[in-house]
């Protein structure tokens, strides 16, 4: 499945997504407060106040004066982006499209009320909410490791200062050191995230002289996306570098010590570590937990046709925070799911059309330089989830013009999200 530039920023719901809505009748607007302006809530603020022409009030609420995108930070990390290149603000959505910004925290949300409590003490009406928060870390699901932890052995699974203390760490091994990665079990952001984040480590080392360094990756599935490839490339690039060893292998993550920068299976223990980078379990972000639109520990059960939660109809679900069915977690999957909750919410509050609601997604990742693998499909609504309906996945042996051209899809793609997110 071959994806262009306007067939990403479509994602599916070509018609839907350029209507301008009816104008509202009676007093006052209808009230759409989205929480989260990342990949789902950004394009969800932007595209329900651009296609509504001024019919509905939008109001989002970002804490953060900017947003690092998680997507594209592992090439940060490679060198084969700056940190300004994955860094986004909110200007645009507030200037040209009239989105009202509440720069707080969204600390609760009162549902009987309709109303978003925000850290200010400020309560936001709604009449219809977006909930896109991303994901928390479940920091117990590592033995031994925590939220103090994290600075000595950093996940950088959430953008900011984290990825900014990995490239240091990735920046200080010295030659001939180790590398321990611990993965995270399913399901998490970005499927095959970790494993791109190992083939730019060594990248990194490779290319700087340290090629005797080694990367660990322990890792408590059994296996894991675009497995075949990843391996055929870390061969292929990086000889013996990058071990990948299943749980039945380790026997288990036993302990971690942050202190000694040890880690301990059942197997062997891996002691003073150049760095330990641990991606840990994850689950929705605590404001959709709170609210009671996900199981402690858990993540949203949503109507796979609008993105409502099954819990509460006027409040739609986006992105990581989600259970969307054959759908990865991933920032194309969160546009596309932003793009049909748009639609749902014009067409109820002001009469606007409304389509069938087609879900696209494409995960590409970077082994090495102009070498790019993808993993994706498309998605529809059958039998009570969201549904493949046709995927795809790259194969072993390709020839190195389409590796090549599946790494111009993916700066392409970066370029075309950003902008159908923020400008």
């Known amino acids: 499945m071959r994806l262009d530039r306007r067939t990403i920023l479509r994602s599916g719901l070509a018609a839907a997504a350029t209507l301008a809505a009816p104008a509202v009748l009676g007093q006052g607007k209808p009230r759409v407060v989205v929480i989260g302006g990342g990949a789902g809530g950004a394009t969800a603020a932007r595209y329900l106040a651009r296609d509504a022409n001024g019919a509905l009030?939008?109001?989002l609420v970002e804490e953060n004066e900017v947003y690092h995108t998680c997507f594209h930070s592992n090439l940060y990390l490679g060198g084969f982006k700056s940190y300004d290149e994955i860094t986004h603000r909110y200007d645009a959505l507030t200037g040209r499209y009239g989105?009202?910004?509440?720069?707080?925290?969204?600390?609760?949300?009162?549902?009987?009320?309709?109303e978003v409590v925000l850290a200010d003490g400020q309560r936001l009406p709604y009449d219809r909410l977006v909930v896109s928060p991303g994901i928390d870390l479940k920091y117990d699901s590592v033995p031994g490791w925590?939220?103090?932890?994290e600075e000595t052995m950093p996940h950088g699974w959430k953008p900011g200062p984290q990825t900014q203390l990995i490239k240091r760490k990735l920046d200080a091994v010295r030659n001939g050191g180790m590398i321990v990665m611990i993965a995270p079990p399913n399901p998490y952001r970005c499927p095959p995230g970790p494993y791109e984040r190992a083939s730019m480590f060594a990248h990194v080392l490779k290319s700087t002289g340290r090629g005797d360094a080694r990367i660990v990756i322990l890792d408590p599935k059994e296996s894991f996306s675009k497995q075949g490839v990843f391996q055929e490339g870390w061969e292929k690039y990086f000889g013996t570098m990058i071990e990948w060893l299943g749980p039945k292998v380790h026997d288990?993550?036993?302990s971690v010590d942050p202190a000694t920068s040890t880690v301990v299976t059942g197997f062997e223990t891996y002691r003073d570590c150049a760095f330990v980078n641990v991606v840990p379990a994850q689950m929705a972000g605590e404001i959709a937990r709170s609210a009671g639109l996900a199981p402690e520990g858990g993540y949203c059960a949503i109507d796979p046709a609008t993105m409502k939660s099954t819990v509460d109809a006027n409040i739609h679900v986006l992105g990581d925070a989600c259970i969307a069915g054959d759908m990865p977690k991933s920032a194309f999957a969160a546009n596309s799911q932003a793009k049909v909750?748009?639609?749902?919410?014009?067409?109820?509050l002001t009469g606007a059309r409304s389509f069938p609601p087609r879900y696209l997604n494409t995960c590409w990742s970077l082994i090495e330089t102009d070498d790019a693998i993808k993993v994706g499909g498309r998605y529809e609504p059958?039998?009570?989830?969201?549904?493949?309906?046709?995927?795809?996945?790259?194969?072993?042996?390709?020839?190195v013009d389409l590796r090549r051209q599946n790494q111009a899809e993916n700066l392409g793609w970066y370029a075309a999200i950003t902008a159908d997110m923020f400008s």
């Open 57 to 59: 009030a939008v109001t």
């Open 99 to 114: 989105i009202a910004l509440a720069r707080a925290r969204a600390m609760r949300i009162d549902r009987d009320k309709r």
């Open 146 to 149: 925590s939220k103090a932890a």
């Open 252 to 254: 288990g993550i036993k």
């Open 341 to 348: 909750a748009a639609m749902t919410i014009r067409a109820e």
């Open 382 to 399: 059958r039998d009570g989830r969201i549904a493949a309906v046709e995927t795809f996945v790259s194969q072993n042996g390709e020839a």
